[in-house]
């Protein structure tokens, strides 16, 4: 793996490579050993043009924890705000030497227009409405971890499907292992052609309870609607497609729950939901930092000797 940058080009047992590695570094950091020599020397910059808590710390104390040299760099305090472009800024960065720039960024495609001008790897770490293949990853590892296999599994997305790049990331990774993949949301948010996706539509929420194994939620992203009128108000969407603590009754009784982050308390997920028995919400942050260092491990083509210290 040279580069991160869609599901499309990760491959099953690449999947299950990186999630392997993943609970081996989960159990080790558990067991308090938070340093490991894998990455010594190795350089990493996380480029963030857009806000992040999880992604950007998560990349960051992946790096710190496999004692690479980590720099962090936000747009707003960048050359950027005097006007230079996302190429000329990667280029730049690009001559210091970094072996692996990570890369978040609103315009879909940012990755790929970069790739051709820099020598490093690009790990994207969302880019618009396209994909947030690092998501995919760790949200996978969370299913496993609970559900153990995925074939047959039911998966409901549900919410803001249009606009979101971790529904489009999952619904390719969920769906190259085995899981069969569900829709749920207003119209205006579901795409025109959900069956050249591979996915079905669920009109109902009686038909989400009845069928979900994972049900996972995704936040309004009001920064993408541009003011569109997508659906009437807030107050609805929570009516029609919320998850409540009533709607949290019928699901399946060994459903799990699932979100992204950051949530949108009260609007697509209930305060009782977030600290239901059924969310695996704050253990699928927990895996995001396990599954970072797996995946910085893995392009720097340092899996064997992080394997020997996870061993020892
Ligand atoms: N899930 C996710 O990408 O969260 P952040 O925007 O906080 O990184």
New binding site residues.
């Given amino acids: 793996m040279e580069h991160l940058i869609s599901c499309e080009n990760v491959t099953k047992e690449e999947t299950e490579e990186i999630i392997n590695l993943a609970f081996k570094i989960r159990e080790t950091i558990r067991e308090g050993k938070k340093k490991f020599k894998a990455l010594r020397g190795k350089c990493i910059i996380n480029l963030f043009f857009e ?6 710390t998560s990349f960051e104390k992946a790096g710190k924890f496999l004692s690479a040299d980590v720099i962090n760099i936000s747009a707003s305090a960048s050359s950027v705000k005097k006007g230079e472009t996302l190429i000329d800024t990667v280029k730049n960065l690009d001559m210091m030497h970094p072996d692996i720039i990570v890369l978040r960024h609103a315009c879909e495609g940012a990755c790929n227009t970069i790739i051709p001008h820099i020598d490093a790897s690009i790990v994207n770490a ?1 880019d618009g409405c396209h994909e ?1 293949p690092s ?1 995919a990853l760790l949200d996978t590892m969370t299913i496993v971890e609970n559900r153990e296999n995925l074939e047959g599994l039911n998966v409901v997305i549900a919410g803001d499907i249009v606009h979101s790049r ?1 529904a489009r990331s999952n619904i390719i990774l969920l769906k190259k292992l085995g899981a069969n993949i569900f829709i749920f949301g207003p119209s205006t948010m579901m795409p025109r052609y959900p069956e050249a996706l591979g996915v079905k539509v669920l009109s109902s929420f009686e038909e989400v309870a009845k069928i979900a194994d994972v049900l996972i939620l995704l936040r309004i992203q009001l920064e993408r609607l541009n003011a569109k009128k997508v659906f009437p108000s807030l107050r609805e969407y929570a009516t029609f497609f919320g998850l409540n603590k009533n709607r949290l009754k019928m699901l399946k009784k060994d459903a799990i729950i699932m979100h ?3 949530v949108n308390r009260g609007i697509e997920i209930n305060n009782d939901v977030i600290t239901s028995p059924k969310s695996v919400i704050f253990n699928q942050v927990e895996n995001g930092l396990a599954v970072r260092m797996a995946i910085l491990t893995t392009i720097c083509g340092k899996k064997n000797k992080l394997l020997e210290e996870l061993n020892a």
């Avoid at 806000?51 to 950007?56: D, E, G, K, L, V």
């Fill in positions: 806000a992040s808590t999880r992604t950007r969302g947030h998501q971790v992204p982050g950051p």
